[in-house]
């Protein structure tokens, strides 16, 4: 099975930077993803990570440990509209489920 | 761009009643997935399809069942709907097998259960 852990809530200033840190324990893996919500509307796909290192998209980057089991995503130059929840999901190995934390809540502050 | 699209925003039904959720994706994938989103816990997987009339029970099968005659439509029942199945609903898809393919998802169904 999986266990995926991310905090539940955090707060930052506008055009601050946050780190939201996802840990996983699982059984196989084969991929991390983050995924945005907006209140009310479905998740969005934002990065994917298979190997160790940094990925980097625009404002946002997400680093991957696969020795640590540790994730996070980096969101940087924060705007208004970067309020919302942002899930991490962890991919087994020998299938293509995903696995989801509880989501971490970020309301961005003028 | 893909397009997955659910039959129902908010759906109110009583105990007992049977209820039909229906996903539609237009971008022929083969896999199809139903989550349940719930405050505190994320997203759990209730069942999953990798192809037409085929079902894989996820993380929290009990009290649903599945249909997917087409390829392109994955269909959630609830037998007896309960007051604890009070959720919102969320259907994806996905391209095929490739470890880096991508979950798409519909805008969700809040279903009540009164």
């Known amino acids: 099975g999986q266990n995926i852990d991310q905090p539940t809530e955090m707060t930052a200033t506008e055009g601050a930077i946050v780190q939201i840190n996802c840990t996983y324990q699982t059984s196989g893996f084969n991929g991390l993803f983050w995924y945005q919500q907006h209140a009310g509307e479905a998740p969005t796909f934002l990065s994917y990570n298979v190997l160790d290192g940094l990925e980097e998209k625009g404002r946002f980057s997400s680093f991957l440990s696969r020795s640590k089991g540790y994730s996070y995503l980096l969101l940087k130059e924060l705007q208004m509209k970067d309020s919302a929840s942002y899930l991490c999901a962890v991919r087994g190995h020998y299938d293509y489920k995903l696995s989801f934390g509880a989501g971490t809540t970020v309301t961005v502050r003028a | 761009d893909v397009k997955v699209t659910q039959s129902s925003r908010y759906l109110v039904k009583r105990t007992g009643e049977k209820v039909f959720l229906e996903c539609v994706q237009d971008m022929d994938h083969e896999n199809m997935f139903w989550y349940r989103q719930d405050p505190g816990l994320g997203l759990r997987l209730i069942y999953f399809?990798?192809?037409?009339?085929?079902?894989e029970k996820g993380d929290i099968p009990e009290g649903y069942s599945v249909s997917r005659e087409k390829k392109e439509r994955f269909s959630l029942i609830l037998e007896s709907a309960s007051t604890n199945q009070t959720s919102m609903y969320l259907c994806a898809s996905s391209q095929g097998q490739s470890s880096t393919d991508t979950q798409y998802f519909g805008p969700g169904t809040r279903l009540t259960v009164l």
């Open positions: 399809s990798y192809d037409v009339k085929m079902k």
